[in-house]
């Protein structure tokens, strides 16, 4: 029996619909190692002299939290009560992942900020050809 793509493909954007429906104003509690997440653009038009490296020549970078707080963004975008808990450091890099998380109206009182350490942050270079 064959079924018409386009067919398939509405039923199942309704399923999807109705299943986005039904989790909104849903609670979960999300416990997770937080870090943050930064990406700097630029090109690199010469080696390194002491390694056979490119030299990035950085124009632009951004931060977004990541690991389990980008989740806890993405839970709250469908809808859900989400409590977040976690545990970061008393640094710069903590203070972006708080801004971010108060900005996606997720509440940050589950939030443990350690003294002396730093927050996990994963760096992503991006080159222009």
Do not use: C
């Not at 067919?7 to 109705?18: A, D, M």
């Not at 390194?48 to 709250?76: F, M, Q, R």
């Not at 994963?122 to 080159?127: L, P």
């Amino acid at each position: 029996m064959t079924t018409d793509p386009e067919t398939t493909r509405q039923e199942g954007l309704s399923r999807l619909i109705s299943l986005l429906e039904s989790i909104d104003g849903s609670k979960v509690t999300l416990i997770g190692d937080t870090m943050l997440d930064r990406y700097h653009h630029g090109f690199a038009n010469n080696l390194n002299s002491t390694a056979p490296v490119p030299v990035l020549k950085i124009l632009d970078s951004e931060e977004s939290p990541g690991a389990s707080a980008h989740i806890a963004i993405g839970l709250t975008s469908f809808g859900m009560d989400v409590s977040f808990h976690t545990a970061i450091g008393d640094d710069v890099e903590a203070s972006s992942i708080l801004k971010s998380l108060k900005s996606n109206d997720i509440d940050i009182g589950n939030i443990i900020q350690v003294e002396d350490r730093s927050t996990l942050t994963k760096i992503r270079f991006f080159a222009s050809r």
